[in-house]
């Protein structure tokens, strides 16, 4: 048996919240976007044939060797660093963080002996886990 309506409401809906959600997501993007920027120099980073990615992907502490002329500049994300500081920093962030990794990107310019002088000074501080950053030609997976 059919029950007879009275009263037909028509229903709306309300476009004042789905707007204010929309300009949240864009401000949230924005400012996610510029965080994750901020976090890393522009370096010229080399080619790799092979490279793996890993699955698992915990976060990273990124340390940048850039190429300066006849000499190189350690970076901590943005800020630079000398390598007496770079072994401070270490060590105040094994304090908090026992089990910390490190991103370490170099710019394909610098050669290997400041890149090891760099690794040498974060092992002697405690860092023994390093991933290094290099664009993968895409034989073995995508860009790290």
């Known amino acids: 048996m059919r029950i007879p309506m009275d009263d037909k409401e028509e229903t709306k809906v309300q476009m004042a919240p789905m707007i204010d959600m929309v ?3 864009i401000i ?3 400012t996610a976007s510029h965080m994750s920027a901020s976090r890393s120099k522009d370096l010229d980073i080399p080619v790799a ?3 793996v990615i890993p699955k698992d992907r915990p ?3 990124t340390v940048n060797i850039a190429q300066e002329g006849t000499s190189f500049r350690i970076f901590s994300g943005l800020e630079p660093v000398t390598v007496a500081e770079l072994k401070r920093l270490v060590t105040e962030r094994l ?6 990794k490190v991103y370490l990107r170099a710019d394909k310019q610098t050669p290997h ?3 090891k002088a760099v690794m040498s000074a974060m092992a002697e501080a405690g860092i023994g886990d390093f991933i290094f950053g ?4 895409g034989k073995n997976g995508g860009d790290q």
């Open 59 to 61: 976060a990273r502490w």
């Open 113 to 115: 002996k400041d890149v």
């Open 28 to 30: 949230f993007f924005m």
């Open 23 to 25: 300009f949240l997501l």
């Open 134 to 137: 290099v664009f993968s030609t």
């Open 49 to 51: 044939d092979r490279g």
């Open 95 to 100: 304090k908090q963080e026992p089990d910390l």
